[in-house]
């Protein structure tokens, strides 16, 4: 199975206390903000995909597999 990579950035804005929580959150579970959203990524694209998503797969990868062709 190919590794991630993980060059890509995604910024979000958000209200400051529930940054503050969801970082006193994601630190209760010994985990880092970027660990819990990377996580919370996959599990969007595998339900929306309605199967696994491997590191390595693009778009076009998805596209094939899913039979939707260009979007």
């Given at each position: ?18 940054k503050a929580v969801f970082e006193h959150l994601c630190a209760q ?11 919370l990524i996959r599990d969007y694209i595998e339900l929306r995909l ?22």
């Amino acid at each position: 199975m190919p590794i991630e990579t993980r060059t890509a950035r995604l910024t979000v804005l958000i209200d400051p206390d529930k940054k503050a929580v969801f970082e006193h959150l994601c630190a209760q579970e010994d985990q880092t903000p970027s660990q819990v959203v990377r996580r919370l990524i996959r599990d969007y694209i595998e339900l929306r995909l309605g199967q696994p998503w491997e590191p390595g797969q693009n778009l076009e990868d998805v596209r094939r597999k899913s039979g939707r062709g260009k979007q």
